[in-house]
């Protein structure tokens, strides 16, 4: 199926009302979970799916994506208005952006946001209706030992970005793969570290583990400190006039290319995005030392980056199998949910899955830019419920949502566990997300490192001789090293502070 | 954080090497594929292996200790602690209705300090609404309570 042919059938399926109120529910609660500062798309997503268990995998996949990208919207009102990002990825944002606010200048520096976000979403999009079949293509010829490779690449970017201690980073990801391999174990059907209870058999639950690290832990840490006080800001004049359009035109265009094709590796995700996306913009501005002052281009490069690392994210996803960033591998876990197994050949057996879901993603940029515009005002007014408000909430919807994966308290108890973890994790600095990520990909790592065995009659050198699998082990072993030198470190200590809250 | 570092490098330490040993009690080999106890067992190793390095660089560490709450906030992340250990433990017994209402209604009263009569209004209205949109409208089945089911 060729593009436009893909799009079409896409479009046509992805307006279905069904579909249309998938993505527009979506697209409002990802807004909403944007907003408020105690829950981010991570546990979001990992919250919603089994609430999306009973509805049809299109539709709940079209949901479950506009929560996604949506989140990246909402999360810069928060941080542009009370200097609070919603999200990870808007951090940045909220250097130049809550500036603006305090200039009396939160009108323009919202709408510049939105608007960048929506043509870095759009661009992004292009992209990965371009990019991804032709990837999926190509990936068919991949056999174990290449996704076994590949998959280590993608924990390894994760490692390497997240915190400031690479051996500690490195502790988590094989501390996820521990947890992943409690349970029967995905060949043999032998039970393993479940000393004879039935609910360790089940093995621990991905969502229960996400829900943890990230919404239980969020709450936990915002127990801590005293409720935050709110500015006032008058929002007028919306759009963004010509002058600033001059200024951030080219911060857009760059921050959707950087966005996009940091967005394309696996592991870097839209937070490493946009602080790479700044920093460029501030090299190459003839006036550098606006920015943390209020400069307009300051929001639109990193808010541009967020969206089209958002969407690029979904290339690899897709095709590959391989989330970038821990709300991706939570949207992995939705799609194994629904019986839809990411990697090239969803291309060739679910094609009209594919195309509703890139299609749907068009109706729902378009739909936030709406939400965003005019409603502005209405989300920042809900930053308003007082968090002692709003925690407990989040923790019955937590409870709920590990609750009803398997109708299990052991789900509910496993999350209080990873909450508890996750805030002592960070205290300590331990990043969560490689946790996270390898709990996920544990049971496939294995697989693929069992079969890739099995065919090599137990070398591992044919990891090696597969000219595929050594330029991914290269590249794996090259995303480490790196980390240790020059400028990725630096982009980690500027990041640490954002990637300690774990949330991309 | 040299402490700490020495705890948790110890602890990985202990977890790894425990797991290597379960793991040893699993085939490591079926037939001419790799069996059940092969990725636990070098998975376990490594895990002791990087919590020995964890506990080896701690002596050179000297960054900043750890930043705990001070005394009140940890009583507050406590209170949360038990507040949920307890709301898990109560909704097999009474449903989820009534432990949520008085999950939030703990919380409310412990941690926003509202007045009694917000704190149970507020509670009350959530929770029904919670259990609406849940329970009726998504058709999720949340516990009813082993102590009411008398059925």
Same mark, same amino acid.
């Given at each position: ?15 279905? $009302? ?22 981010? @798309? ?10 999306? #268990? ?42 130049? !952006? ?14 510049? #946001? ?71 174990? @995905?060949?043999?059907?032998?039970? %393993? ?28 840490? !915002? ?21 600033? *359009? ?7 265009a760059r921050g959707s290319l950087i966005g996009f094709l940091i967005g394309l590796l696996p592991g870097a995700g839209p937070t490493v995005a946009s602080v790479i996306a700044y920093d460029v913009e501030k090299k190459v501005s003839r006036h550098p030392e606006r920015f943390g002052r209020g400069a307009i281009a300051g929001v639109a490069a990193p808010e541009g980056a967020n969206n089209a690392a958002a969407s690029a994210g979904m290339i690899p996803l897709l095709t590959l199998g391989i ?18 197994? &990411? ?30 515009? &005019? ?10 419920? @007082?968090?002692?408000?709003?925690? @407990? ?112 | ?7 948790? !490098? ?16 699993? &085939? ?11 990725? $636990? ?20 560490? %000297? ?12 009583? %507050? ?59 009726? *409208? ?14």
């Amino acid at each position: 199926m060729d593009v436009l042919n893909g799009l079409a059938q896409g479009f046509a399926q992805a307006l279905q $009302p069904a579909n249309l109120l998938a993505a527009f529910v979506g697209c409002v609660l990802g807004t909403l979970i944007g907003v408020l500062p105690g829950i981010g @798309p991570t546990a979001g997503i990992a919250l919603l799916i089994p609430i999306t #268990a009973g509805m049809d995998a299109t539709a709940a996949i079209i949901m479950l994506s506009g929560i996604y990208y949506g989140s990246m919207y909402g999360g810069s009102t928060t941080a542009i208005l009370i200097n609070t990002p919603g999200e990870a990825a808007s951090m940045i944002t909220a250097l130049d !952006g809550f500036q603006l606010a305090r200039q009396g200048r939160a009108g323009v520096a919202l709408g510049m #946001a939105a608007l960048a976000s929506f043509i870095a979403g759009t661009v992004g999009l292009v992209g990965l209706m371009l990019l991804a079949p032709p990837l999926a293509n190509f990936a068919l010829s991949f056999g174990p030992p290449e996704y076994f490779a590949l998959m280590l690449l993608g924990l390894s970017i994760v490692v390497s970005l997240a915190g400031r201690s690479l051996l500690k980073g490195l502790m988590c990801a094989v501390f996820g793969l521990l947890v992943a391999t409690i349970g029967i174990d @995905p060949q043999a059907g032998v039970s %393993r570290f479940s000393f004879g209870n039935p609910s360790l058999m089940g093995g621990v639950d991905f969502i229960s583990v996400a829900v943890g690290l990230f919404a239980i832990t969020e709450v936990l840490q !915002g127990m801590e400190q005293k409720a935050v006080s709110f500015i006032e800001a008058k929002l007028t004049g919306l759009w963004p006039g010509r002058s600033d *359009w001059r200024e951030a035109r080219g911060a857009v265009a760059r921050g959707s290319l950087i966005g996009f094709l940091i967005g394309l590796l696996p592991g870097a995700g839209p937070t490493v995005a946009s602080v790479i996306a700044y920093d460029v913009e501030k090299k190459v501005s003839r006036h550098p030392e606006r920015f943390g002052r209020g400069a307009i281009a300051g929001v639109a490069a990193p808010e541009g980056a967020n969206n089209a690392a958002a969407s690029a994210g979904m290339i690899p996803l897709l095709t590959l199998g391989i989330p970038g960033s821990a709300a991706l591998a939570v949207l992995l876990g939705a799609l194994l949910v629904h019986g839809l197994r &990411p990697g090239p050949l969803l291309f060739q057996q679910n094609p009209d899955f594919v195309w509703a879901v890139i299609a749907s993603m068009y109706v729902g940029n378009a739909t936030l830019l709406l939400l965003n515009l &005019p409603l502005v005002g209405w989300w920042a007014r809900l930053t308003r419920v @007082p968090f002692p408000i709003l925690g @407990p909430l989040v923790l019955v919807f937590c409870f709920v949502g590990t609750y009803s994966v398997r109708n299990s308290l052991f789900d509910a108890w496993v999350a209080l566990f990873f909450g508890i973890l996750g805030y002592v994790m960070r205290k300590l600095d331990f990043p969560a997300v490689p946790v996270a990520l390898a709990v996920i990909l544990g049971p496939l790592l294995e697989t693929a490192l069992r079969q890739t065995l099995t065919i090599s009659q137990g070398r591992l050198d044919i990891l090696l001789t597969r000219p595929t699998a050594l330029a991914l082990l290269v590249a794996a072993a090259g995303s480490v090293v790196l980390s240790l030198y020059g400028r990725v470190r630096q982009t980690r200590l500027v990041t640490s502070g954002v990637l300690g809250t774990d949330e991309d | 954080m040299a402490v700490a570092n020495r705890v948790t !490098g110890a602890i990985a330490l202990v977890v790894g090497l425990t797991w290597a040993l379960l793991a040893r009690g699993l &085939p490591l080999q079926q037939g001419n594929a790799p069996g059940p106890g092969l990725f $636990p067992l070098a998975l376990g190793l490594v895990f002791a292996a990087m919590g020995a390095g964890l506990l080896a660089q701690s002596r050179a560490d %000297r960054s900043a200790p750890p930043l705990w709450p001070d005394r009140a906030g940890a009583r %507050r992340v406590l209170l949360i602690f038990c507040a949920l250990a307890a709301y898990i433990a109560l909704v097999d017994l009474v449903g989820f209705p009534s432990s949520t209402t008085l999950f939030l209604i703990a919380l409310f009263r412990a941690w926003g300090g509202y007045r009694w009569r917000v704190v149970i209004a507020l509670a009350a209205a959530l929770s029904a609404a919670n259990y609406v949109i849940f329970e009726a *409208w998504l058709g999720l089945s949340l516990p009813s309570g082993s102590l009411l089911d008398w059925g």
